[in-house]
């Protein structure tokens, strides 16, 4: 199975009065969501599913990110929010196994600890940052995987189209 992992876009700040699981994307983050959905349709890497933690700032950028493209809605799922455990985020995965590549919506340090977790680290050494994207394989509820790239927002600009002119996000 192949796991992408989106980090949620940029978001309101912290002090937002509905509480953290209400505050939004701000426009970066919209357009971190449609920039990483445009790369992986570009690179050929899109998921057959997308996955996305229940707080607004994920759904928001799962909805963005299908978007941008070209895939049916996300699928919301519980298990994804804050304080995700890696051990039950690949319990839950095997309940996707008719799935080639799935791509996950959610936040950190959920994102690293799992990554620590499949490649057998201690943790502390990687940092999934806003809107960037992670790619590994791994066969739940095995533990052992590999991790195939992580990639930073950064580097997803400029894209461009096949006439090599820049595409709108």
């Known amino acids: 199975m192949e796991i992408i992992l989106l980090r ?19 426009e970066k983050g919209i357009d971190q969501s449609k920039r990483a959905g445009l790369y ?13 933690s229940p707080l607004l700032r994920a759904k928001q950028t799962a909805e963005h990110f299908c978007q941008a493209a070209g895939l049916p809605g996300p699928v919301m799922q519980s298990w994804l929010a804050c304080g995700m455990h890696p051990d039950s985020a690949l319990r839950e995965l095997c309940g996707f196994q008719e799935f080639k590549r799935i791509c996950l919506v959610g936040h950190e340090p959920d994102f690293s600890s799992l ?16 809107g960037s994207l992670a790619f590994f394989e791994i066969r739940p509820p095995s533990r052992a995987g590999i991790l195939r790239f992580l990639i930073p927002q950064r580097m997803m600009q400029p894209l461009t189209g096949t ?4 595409t709108e996000v």
């Open 40 to 52: 992986l349709r570009a690179a050929g890497l899109l998921p057959e599913i997308v996955l996305t």
């Open 8 to 26: 949620h876009g940029k978001a309101e700040a912290h002090n937002n009065p509905g509480g953290d699981s209400a505050r939004a994307l701000v």
């Open 115 to 130: 990554i620590a977790w499949i490649t057998n680290g201690e943790g502390g050494a990687v940092e999934v940052r806003k």
């Open 163 to 166: 006439a090599g002119t820049p």
